[in-house]
Nanobody, 124 residues
Framework: QVQLVESGGGWVHTGGSLRLSCTAS????????VGWFRQVPGKEREFVCY????????YYVDSVKGRFTISRDDAKTTVFLQMNSLKPEDTAVYYC?????????????????WGQGTQVTVSS
């Protein structure tokens, strides 16, 4: 069992930065692939990025490549999402999720555990 809690969301101007944290409880976290997703009202939740169990494999959706960086600190059972050069279209509720293996890690349905989400608002 893994329980996830996101933090670090907030309000920034275009071009600003935020760092989101996903803190986990449960021994299975260190064996988990962790993904970040986001959702705006009226739209489907979409994949943002993921990091493999060992941290050696990361993958980003094209719209955030070069601006977002995912990393993990298993000693602190935390995964981070550093978001730079933020744009208004990045405004959403951001969720972290965990799963075993990294196959199909861009698919929402492949994840077993989810956090409650944290709001990110980028104003123009």
């Amino acid at each position: 069992q893994v329980q996830l809690v996101e933090s670090g969301g907030g309000w920034v101007h275009t071009g600003g930065s935020l760092r989101l944290s996903c803190t986990a409880s449960g021994r299975a976290f260190e064996d988990s692939t962790v993904g970040w997703f986001r959702q705006v009202p009226g739209k489907e939740r979409e994949f943002v990025c993921y990091i493999s169990r060992t941290g050696t494999i990361t993958y980003y959706v094209d719209s955030v490549k070069g601006r977002f960086t995912i990393s993990r600190d298993d000693a602190k059972t935390t995964v981070f999402l550093q978001m730079n050069s933020l744009k208004p279209e990045d405004t959403a509720v951001y969720y972290c999720a965990a799963k075993t293996g990294y196959e199909s890690a861009w698919m929402i349905t492949s994840y077993d555990y989810w956090g409650q989400g944290t709001q990110v608002t980028v104003s123009s």
